[in-house]
């Protein structure tokens, strides 16, 4: 919430300054034309990811740029936004559906004056950022990327063979593990380039795990700490562990297919690799006290069966873990639900948002605590005749009793937010018949949602309201309500 509010107190003081000036920034540089640059995130694709921008007129100009749900994010330069490096964080893979803990970082450069439009933030270019030129070019050979271009326009999905796919993807669980271990981005560029002088670790047959090891070992041996080390111990166990299923995903591949295609088409692979990086994972889900398998085969002409008296729950998610966990995850959710009254109805939508759900797990599986912590934004619209937007921010935290967490709940903790809920609610409640479609989004940034589910990534927003914008899980529920 500080950095949101940071941002758009930064823009709201340039739009006044530049008001002062009597104009915009293009118009302040005689002959400038703005020319449009497309941007990539690249662990895989990562969706719904936050694009900031080192240069303060650009963070200014672009305070909510995200990627979008392919991983694509756009901008166009301004007089006083041509010369920007980048740092992109959050969001989710697209392929592993894992929550995206590292960070991505490019170095600057004037985009107006380049000959290129695009630009592609990967581990490549991370690694770029934190070493000098001369020392980044020998890494890159010692690593085994023979590139012909530079890697701030080389976008490994498009261009690069499998084995360059996955040698970008162990690179960058190297870079999140060393810094999730305590190690800064710069000490964890230097443990890589250290270990590169010895050991290459892209193949013509894949990624060598001895890299892995190497790298791990000179970041041990970097610290005196013995948490960090131990800590980078367990990390490195479960980066040679991704890499050995990453490895055996190539050979299953093949010299004709797709890396990124065969992984997001066997979920059971991309469960290993889930297992393996994070401690546990929301394996149950449930919307509206059906599961989430109920849920997903739910269609149009197979509607589930909900009595009027149980609407409320439409509203309410439930999650659990896998495994045993002891941690707080926090978690952006999203609602759509459009009610559809008689056959030929008017359909009518409730979209609602909330920044931020706060869940702990104290050794146990299922949610102990939800807290709504202060600075959470709630927005709830409903496209009713006449009905109210609410828009509200809690001004101090609120504990909600319970493993799930309904917009009913919300309501009678927030009345800012009742009508238009009641008011949707009883247009429901007054008809006979009602055809309900609720899709629920979800953006973990802990733990992730496990891919045995089978849930797709979506992209969730309110019209005209880009800071509600996200990417995350979703299923769609159809339900008859009589």
Known sequence: MFNRTFKLTTLAIATSLLAACGGGSSSSTPGFSSKEISGAAVDFYIAGADVNFTNPECEAAYPDLKTDQDGKFTFKTTGNCQETGFIITGGIDTVTKLPFQGQLKVKSNNYQAASTTEIVASPLTTLQAELPAA????VLENLGFSLNEDVTTFDPITEGSNEQKAAVFVLQQIFTQLENSGLTLEQAAQAIQTASSTTQLLTNSGVDSNAVTAV????????????????LAASQTAVESVTTIINTALTSTGSTGNLEDYLTDNSTVIGEIQDNIVSAS????????????????????ARLSLDKNAIDSLTQVTFNLNKLATGTDSIKLGL??????????????????ISNVKVSFNNSTAISEIIIPAGTIIEIESTLANAPKGSFEVPQDRVFPGNSLSLANLVVAFPILSQPYNNYKNLIASSNLVNADVSVFVAPTVYPVSATLGLNLGEFGIPNKPATVFSGYTSTGYFVIQ
Request: charged share 15%.
């Open 282 to 301: 929301y394996s149950g889900l449930s919307i509206a006290n059906k599961n989430i398998q109920d849920i997903i085969n739910s269609r149009s002409d």
């Open 336 to 353: 759509k639900a459009t009610a559809t009254i008689g056959q030929n109805g008017q359909p009518e939508t409730l979209s609602v948002y």
């Open 216 to 231: 791990f070992n000179a970041a041990i041996a970097s610290t005196t700490d013995t948490n960090i080390q131990q800590a």
């Open 135 to 138: 020392e980044f070019a020998q």
